[in-house]
């Protein structure tokens, strides 16, 4: 598609980008779970171009990053359906949970990867998660979850040989989760948290210490921190053995030093040092000689720094980021982080935090676009329901090229992120800019409930899900057009999981939006009572009440039970083998619709779960969604779109 020489005037959504479907796709990276010794840096990507596999990559000053893994494994864990922690290194030597069967593999430098536990029955009966080897590399500890007959699956925490010679010893069981073990340096104490249903790890979890002996048998264990409503996160041993942690106990997620006469606050700022454990093997602070190095989150503003615990003082980092993943690791002084910014795509960085020196080992698509073409947000602030304040980051249409016509406002894209205890954050996503380049205004939302701004704002989600998500998404869009910067008549809202029920609860109950775009988004609560994956069985109490006591009030809220309110277009888009959000709960809703005959588009996507990660998939929903609004917002795309079958709509004249 060739680009104007000089701008014009071309209605918005219609203005032609450099920015295609698949390159958007293809730039959907996924870089986590980073790990640093000596000069070596090793961290997981997920390739959709490689049907969504997990590779672990090892790179380092001047060196063309290496795959690890060969062809045919993926290094990822399916415990609590969303993973994290798939796999552990320990000098040359990689551990990690294979995708296709859920068991443990060893790969030795030059081999090929030899399994460690038992081929499960049923069939990825057996996961393994949050990988930690000790520090004399003769055992592992990790988190298991067995999957047997009909009911909830079991976790556990458990230890065994790196060689696989042995069953497992069980360090903990009888607690509905676990996560976080986590070695002293001497090898004896083993640290580690649990908590129980209805509990989120973000509202309240235990903090405990077990011996460990020298062939590996759990003994004691003694309970340190935490409580229901206190959540403890991530915790660490120090070099000389003291034991850390993030907790909440102040509203704020502050790190504290723990020993025989306590805990001390070492960062007592209303600042959030610990994030959502919706992933295993979080990372949010590491010691680096003798200072701590952190990543946090101030009034939703992502920060890098130096802590020294002997003050104790914290020294922000200036290295040009605007977000910072939870993957933080130090090898002495050298920090290796993940992050990126309004216009610069995820990295994994190095850092010498005396000279300030960055060096990026792999670098997602999109820093070779034409920065012209990039719209940089604005955070925003905003009054909504009950004298509560949101936020958000706005994206304004961005286009060298294209100018709109004269008095022309731009159609908007109201984005609600997933979770719902989660958060967005300024950084370069080609598929906000997919949109933005066209001619689109997008917000992204942090509502109530979303992380970053304390224990408070969190909470206030609790009790009042599909309203106060709603009220902050409606009053984002709004604020936005008393700024004359949305058109009122052409606003459109989306989200994934947790923000596809925000969409279908403002398409239900409001008549704000003209058009909505579900991600595998909930449209009935009542099955999530008895059919969901276990981490999320109980979350629906804290959100909207206990069941079955608040069985009337899932009801209420439940968009599928009122879809005869429905009366705007709905693009619905489900990976067919969704453990979290079944594709029922999409396919309920779409027949909702088909009955009342109101307009909408249905595509299920073969082989993906809770997340798309196929690049052909991610494409093929970008362009649907920009088909889709072009179709009800009324303008002519630039691009050369594929059909796309919406029902009950009229042929265009």
Request: glycine fraction near 10%.
């Amino acid at each position: 598609m060739a680009l104007l020489s000089a701008a014009s005037r071309i209605p918005y959504g219609a203005w032609p980008s450099p920015i295609s479907a698949e390159r958007a796709a293809s730039a959907s990276v996924r870089l986590g779970e980073v790990f640093v010794a000596g000069d070596e840096v090793t961290w997981l990507e997920m390739r959709p171009d490689e049907d969504g596999r997990y590779v672990v990559v090892r790179g380092g000053a001047g060196a063309q990053p290496v795959d690890l893994l060969p062809a045919g494994f993926s290094a990822r864990t399916r415990v609590h359906e969303y993973g994290g922690g798939s796999y552990a290194i320990a000098g040359s030597r990689v551990w990690f949970t294979n995708d296709a069967d859920q068991r443990l593999y060893r790969l030795e430098p030059g081999g090929d990867p030899v399994p460690i536990t038992p081929e499960p029955d049923p069939p990825r009966g057996l996961r393994y998660a949050d990988l930690q080897v000790s520090p004399d590399e003769r055992f592992m500890a990790c988190v298991r979850e067995r999957h047997e007959g009909d009911g909830l699956p079991v976790n556990e925490l458990v230890v065994l040989p790196v060689d696989g010679s042995r069953e497992p010893w069980l360090v903990a069981s009888g607690r509905d989760f676990y996560a976080f073990p986590r070695w002293s340096p001497d090898g004896n104490r083993l640290a580690f948290i649990e908590w129980d249903f209805p509990r989120m790890p973000w509202d309240g979890t235990e903090l405990n210490v077990c011996e460990i002996d020298d062939g590996g048998t759990p003994g004691a264990v003694e309970a340190v921190a935490g409580g229901p409503a206190e959540s403890i996160f991530q915790p660490s041993w120090s070099p000389e053995g003291r034991l850390h942690y993030v907790s909440d106990r102040t509203g704020w997620w502050n790190i504290y030093r723990h020993d025989e006469e306590g805990a001390e606050n070492l960062t007592p700022m209303p600042a959030e040092f610990g994030v959502p454990m919706w992933l295993l093997g979080f990372s949010t602070y590491a010691f680096a000689g003798e200072q701590i190095a952190c990543v946090y989150r101030r009034d939703g503003v992502h920060h890098l720094a130096m802590l020294d615990p002997s003050t104790p003082s914290l020294r922000d980092l200036d290295v040009g980021y605007g977000s910072f993943h939870p993957y933080l690791r130090a090898a002495g002084t050298r920090l290796a982080f993940v992050a990126g910014g309004p216009r610069t795509p995820l990295q994994v960085a190095t850092l010498d935090p005396s000279t300030g020196a960055v060096e990026v080992l792999r670098s997602a698509e999109g820093s070779e676009l034409d920065p012209a073409f990039l719209s940089v947000p604005e955070p925003i602030s905003f009054p909504t329901t009950e004298g509560r304040t949101a936020y958000a980051f706005f994206y304004p249409p961005t286009n060298p090229n294209a100018v709109a016509p004269e008095g022309e406002r731009p159609p908007l894209v109201v984005h609600v992120h997933g979770g719902p205890t989660s958060e967005v954050a300024p950084e370069l996503d080609l598929e906000c800019q997919f949109f933005t380049s066209r001619g689109f205004a997008v917000v992204d939302v942090n509502y109530g409930g979303s992380t970053g701004y304390g224990r408070e704002f969190r909470e206030s989600l609790y009790g009042r899900w599909g309203v106060v998500d709603v009220d902050d998404a409606i009053a984002a869009a709004r604020s936005l057009v008393e700024r004359g910067l949305a058109d009122p008549d052409r606003m459109a809202i989306s989200g994934g999981s947790a923000g596809g029920w925000t969409t279908l609860c403002a398409l239900t109950f409001h008549d704000v939006f003209a058009a909505g775009t579900n991600y595998f988004g909930v449209s009935d609560l009542e099955p999530f009572a008895t059919h969901t994956h276990k981490f999320e069985f109980r979350y629906l109490d804290m959100l909207v009440g206990p069941w079955p006591e608040a069985a009337e009030l899932w009801a209420e809220r439940s968009p599928v039970r009122h879809a005869d309110r429905i009366s705007r277009p709905l693009l619905t888009l489900q990976g067919d083998e969704d453990e979290v959000v079944p594709p029922s709960q999409s396919d309920l809703i779409v027949e909702a619709l088909e009955r009342r005959g109101v307009p909408y588009a249905y595509l299920l996507f073969e082989g993906e779960q809770h997340g798309f990660r196929k690049a052909e998939n991610l494409a093929r929903a970008l362009e649907a969604e920009l088909s889709f609004y072009a179709r009800i917002l009324g303008f002519k795309p630039a691009d050369d779109l594929p059909p796309l079958d919406i029902r009950n709509l009229p042929d265009p004249a």
